[in-house]
Each structure stands twice: as structure tokens, then as C-alpha cells.
């Protein structure tokens, strides 16, 4: 039996005249995904998105294809579903075939109707009806329930054809990736910012991320650490770059010459300057950060106002209002958690004072700057040396980073 993977459209659907465009990305989205598991065709009509497998390998990998399209984000549903011609006696038998198994297992179903095509004879409550009667006759265990079935037969009948599935399975929900442009995801090696890299690219944002390695304070095997964050989140935000910066001597400066209350607020700046910099030379437009409000001492108020002013592009903070305990329930279900949780240090865990200030003003944090004039060379330098490291996308692992908040 033929079978095609269902992708519906969600907030896309309500687009106006650049919704082309949108949907032109999860296109190319959608074909790069399953671009390795045979001959698939991918196109549109009425808000949903079809991949078709084209010949023999294609169809047998229709169950890979439909886990890598799942966490494609723009996907509000998909169903894997049969295809068939659009008559009556085609829809019994194909319901039958495809789902007759799972119906002997359950013990209550009801079965819903969609009928887009309005040449089709039937009308949908006539279809729910008629099908659910051959269904019952077929398996006389099952009884019907409207209300709370264990098992939905759902018939769409289509343009191109009659399709029959279960129950829609929740997509990954947001924006194809790249439509609302690009930006450089702030990458430390612990448990926040690939979360926040996941949502952002969820709104849309194609990213690529930055990290500030201080060898020998920071080992290759943090470093590594990093690198493997960021191929897990390509699984879902696509190819990209991580750029490691050379942080050694700017944080040793720090180290030297910032007054220690100040320090980790005045290394912060520091970074967001660095970041800027490698940010306009590929266009971004954005920095991400995985900074949840006062959940440390530089991310209270007054201290991430310090930081947005060192400069000039708009930092984006995903996770401002969620808590510990839902970033790390977010970091589980996109696979990143146990990767974080590798004990390695990172730049942002050295140096650290006893008590920083919660409450910098800009104009100290200023004063202190300008008593530390080599600062600006060594960033400089360090922007300047940025190593480049290609991330190829991985296939999202089975399972993960479908969740509503």
C-alpha cells in the first residue's frame, strides 16, 4: 500500500502576501531532510505540505523520513498516512489494510471526515458514518466513542486523492529556519544556550555560534564538548558554524586589571563586543544568549542592561522568563542535557569572583573600562583569530523537542 507523509501548515497558513516565501523555505527544508533516503517529491495544496516517496528506497524509508520531517520546524501536525483512489469501496478497504491492526488492539474508536473535494459524492458525516459501520462489522469487539477513543480513523479526501491515518502528531511547531533572518547563538558548553538556540530557531532565525575558549584554563575536550552541542541542535536549526574565539589573553586582562565585584559583568561586555564583530562580518543581525533573569549574578536587571549597552545589535533572550527546572526539561527533550552536563570547564567558570555585584551601574562598569585601555587591542585580536569550525547537521534523535510550553 502507497503511503505519504502529511505535513500541515500552522501559523504560516495565516501569511499574507510573503507566505510564498515561507513556504518555499519549508520546501527546501522538507527535501534537504530526506534528501538521502530515496527519490521523495515534496509539494503543496490546501495549507499542507506532501512528501511522496518516488521509488522503491523511498518507500521503504518512509518510517526515517517521517521522523526527520517531524522536528522540521512550521510542521503544526503531520500524519503518515495511505493513499488511495476517491471511492467508497477504495477507502473501506484501504482503512482496513492500514489501520486494521491497531483497531484490533483498541477497544473504542470513532472515525472523522474530511472532505475537501467537494465533487466526492459522500458528504463527511455520511462518510464518518458508512466507514464506521464497515469498521465495526470488520472488528465487532470495538465499540464507538465520539468523546475519548483510543484509536481516531481519520479519511481526508483531497485533490489528489483519498488519505486515511490516525491521529495528527504534533510538529515542531514555529517558523521554517531562516525566514526571520540570521543571528550568532552565544554557545558556552553548559545547559542553557543550546536551549535558547532551539527556541530561535523555532521563531525562524537561521544561527550560527560563537564560543570563547581560554586554553590552558579550558581543555579540546570542552571545546569538543561545544562542538558536539552544536550538531545536536543542527539536527534542528540546519548547517551551521561555530566560531571558537581565542579568549585567553582579554580574560586574563580581565582577571588583572577589573575590579573583582565587577568582573563577570565587565568579561560579559567583552564577549558581546567580540561577538559583534564576527556577527556583522557574515550579516547576522542578532545575539542570542541563554541568560535567564536573575538566575545568576550577571543576569539580574541592572546587570544585563550593563551588557545590552557594550553593543550596538539586539540580544535575544529566549529563556528570560523560564526557571532552572524547565530549561533543563527543555535540554532533555532536544537531546542536548547530558552533553551539557559533561564535567568541563568553560571560560565563564574560571576567574569567577566570590560575590560579584548584582547591582552594576553602566557608569562604573564604564570607569572600570576606561582604566583598562589594552582591553580593546586584545579583543580585537581575538575577533581577529576567530577559528571556524563547519557543523554538518545531524538527524534529530528519535523522540525529542516536541513539547509545549
Same mark, same amino acid.
Given at each position: 500500500m502507497k503511503e505519504i507523509i502529511l505535513c500541515y501548515q500552522g501559523e504560516m497558513a495565516l501569511k499574507g502576501l510573503n507566505r510564498a516565501t515561507f513556504e518555499a523555505v519549508l520546501s527546501k527544508a522538507l527535501r534537504y531532510r530526506v534528501r538521502e533516503l530515496g527519490r521523495f517529491q515534496v509539494y503543496k495544496a490546501q495549507s499542507t505540505m506532501y512528501v511522496e516517496p518516488r521509488d522503491q528506497e523511498a518507500e521503504a524509508n518512509?518510517? =526515517? +523520513?517521517? =521522523?526527520?520531517?517531524?522536528?522540521?520546524?512550521?510542521? +503544526?501536525?503531520? &500524519?503518515? /498516512?495511505?493513499?488511495? =483512489?476517491?471511492?467508497?469501496? +477504495?477507502? @473501506?478497504?484501504?482503512?482496513?489494510?492500514?489501520? $486494521? !491492526?491497531?483497531? @484490533?488492539? /483498541?477497544?473504542?474508536? %470513532?472515525?472523522? +471526515?474530511?472532505?475537501? #473535494? %467537494? &465533487?466526492? *459524492?459522500?458528504? &463527511? *458525516?455520511?462518510?464518518?458514518? =458508512?466507514? !464506521?459501520?464497515?469498521?465495526? /462489522?470488520?472488528?465487532?469487539?470495538?465499540?464507538? #466513542?465520539?468523546?475519548? *477513543?483510543?484509536?481516531?480513523?481519520?479519511?481526508?479526501?483531497? #485533490?489528489?486523492?483519498?488519505?486515511?491515518? $490516525?491521529?495528527?502528531? *504534533? $510538529?515542531? $511547531?514555529?517558523?521554517?529556519?531562516?525566514?526571520s533572518g540570521r543571528a550568532i547563538n552565544m554557545l558556552s558548553g553548559g545547559i542553557d544556550s543550546p536551549v535558547a538556540a532551539w527556541f530561535m530557531a523555532r521563531r525562524g532565525l537561521a544561527l550560527h555560534h560563537i564560543h570563547f575558549a581560554s586554553p590552558p584554563y579550558t581543555s579540546e575536550a570542552a571545546k569538543q564538548k561545544v562542538a558536539d552541542l552544536a550538531r545536536i541542535v543542527s539536527g534542528y536549526t540546519g548547517n551551521c558554524v561555530l566560531y571558537v574565539v581565542p579568549y585567553t589573553k582579554p580574560q586574563e586582562y580581565n582577571r588583572d586589571n577589573a575590579p573583582d565585584v565587577l568582573f563577570t559583568v565587565l568579561m560579559r561586555r567583552s564577549m558581546m563586543r567580540i561577538a559583534n564583530r564576527v556577527a556583522k562580518e557574515i550579516d547576522a543581525k542578532a545575539l542570542v544568549t541563554g541568560e535567564s533573569l536573575a538566575q545568576v549574578a550577571s543576569q539580574t536587571l541592572m546587570a544585563l542592561a550593563c551588557t545590552d549597552a557594550a553593543q550596538d545589535l539586539p540580544i535575544l533572550r529566549p529563556l528570560i522568563g523560564l526557571d532552572k527546572t524547565e530549561i533543563v526539561e527543555a535540554a532533555r527533550r532536544i537531546g542536548t542535557f547530558e552533553t551539557s552536563i559533561l564535567p568541563y570547564e568553560d571560560c565563564c567558570t574560571i576567574f569567577t569572583p566570590p560575590h560579584p555585584k548584582t547591582k552594576p551601574t553602566l557608569a562604573e562598569i564604564e570607569a572600570a573600562e576606561a582604566a583598562m585601555p589594552g582591553l580593546a587591542g586584545l579583543e580585537e585580536t581575538a575577533a581577529r583569530e576567530v577559528e571556524r569550525i563547519r557543523i554538518e547537521m545531524e538527524p534529530p534523535r528519535r523522540g525529542g523537542a516536541l513539547f509545549e510550553l
Open positions: 518512509v518510517g =526515517e +523520513a517521517y =521522523e526527520r520531517v517531524r522536528k522540521v520546524f512550521g510542521l +503544526a501536525a503531520l &500524519s503518515r /498516512a495511505a493513499v488511495c =483512489e476517491k471511492n467508497f469501496e +477504495a477507502i @473501506q478497504a484501504a482503512a482496513e489494510e492500514y489501520l $486494521g !491492526g491497531a483497531l @484490533q488492539k /483498541a477497544r473504542t474508536f %470513532k472515525v472523522e +471526515a474530511k472532505r475537501s #473535494d %467537494k &465533487s466526492f *459524492p459522500m458528504k &463527511s *458525516p455520511e462518510l464518518c458514518r =458508512e466507514l !464506521g459501520g464497515f469498521l465495526l /462489522a470488520k472488528h465487532p469487539h470495538l465499540r464507538v #466513542d465520539v468523546k475519548h *477513543p483510543e484509536l481516531t480513523v481519520m479519511v481526508e479526501v483531497r #485533490d489528489y486523492g483519498a488519505y486515511i491515518h $490516525g491521529p495528527k502528531t *504534533p $510538529g515542531a $511547531g514555529g517558523l521554517p529556519v531562516g525566514t
